[in-house]
């Protein structure tokens, strides 16, 4: 699962990183928990790739109720197309949802030790998700989205037994574009020699703290 994440890029990185067109704006944040609003890319109708604010908690546009958000955070990649909650969106309102790392927590003794997920490089990832558009009685529309989970790569597996899609740059054209069939392949996880791993602070469970400390090694902060 993917259940925490950080975002300090600025606005004006992500245009110029994933070659936007608009672009909302917002303040970094290093623990950002479900049920916020979140930096979404999708392809407006226009063919524009823009950046907005949607509701994390995928709300299908059938569902009678949007609490049903607050149980669809992740969305499985080996059913994401043939399960109701997600298949349409699957289809037809795939995203990606920029981050600069996240987090994932490792049972250890009668504990659980959190660990900070990033790319060497530095540069923000790209996680694969989708998109819905839920209208309420009264007519107002609520926008959410949700991250796409596969199996661990070698670098997670120890760790955790899922980690977020996570999608390369020559892929955010076809996944924000083409047909479901042809994208198949990009549900599967991301190259381990690529990423980097470190033990954070207990301090990321709560989800108050919000501070540039909580993704630093652990050594760093003691």
């Known amino acids: 699962m993917c259940g925490r994440y950080v975002l300090k890029s600025?606005?004006?990185?992500?245009?110029?990183?994933?070659?936007?067109?608009?672009?909302?704006?917002?303040?970094?944040h290093y623990n950002i928990p479900p049920g916020t609003d979140i930096p979404v890319i999708r392809e407006s109708p226009e063919h524009k790739r823009v950046l907005h604010l949607l509701r994390w908690g995928l709300v299908p546009h059938w569902a009678k109720d949007p609490s049903i958000?607050?149980?669809l955070n992740n969305a499985r990649g080996e059913s994401v197309a043939e399960k109701p909650s997600f298949r349409d969106a699957f289809r037809h309102r795939r995203c990606i949802i920029p981050a600069d790392g996240f987090y994932e927590w490792k049972t250890e003794g009668k504990g659980k030790q959190p660990y900070y997920i990033s790319l060497k490089s530095g540069e923000p990832l790209a996680m694969g998700g989708?998109?819905?558009?839920?209208?309420?009685?009264?007519?107002?529309?609520l926008r959410t989205a949700c991250i796409i989970t596969t199996g661990p790569n070698a670098l997670m597996e120890s760790i955790h037994d899922r980690?977020?899609?996570?999608?390369?740059p020559e892929d955010w054209r076809a996944w924000l574009e083409a047909p479901a069939d042809e994208i198949a392949g990009m549900v599967s996880p991301y190259r381990a020699e690529e990423m980097q791993v470190w033990q954070v602070d207990r301090r990321v469970s709560r989800t108050?703290?919000?501070?540039?400390?909580?993704?630093?090694?652990?050594a760093v902060n003691h």
């Open 10 to 28: 600025t606005p004006a990185k992500l245009k110029e990183y994933f070659g936007l067109d608009e672009a909302v704006d917002f303040a970094p």
């Open 69 to 71: 958000g607050n149980r």
């Open 130 to 141: 989708l998109w819905e558009s839920w209208t309420a009685p009264d007519g107002e529309i």
């Open 163 to 168: 980690m977020p899609v996570l999608l390369r």
């Open 208 to 218: 108050v703290d919000d501070d540039a400390g909580l993704a630093e090694p652990l």
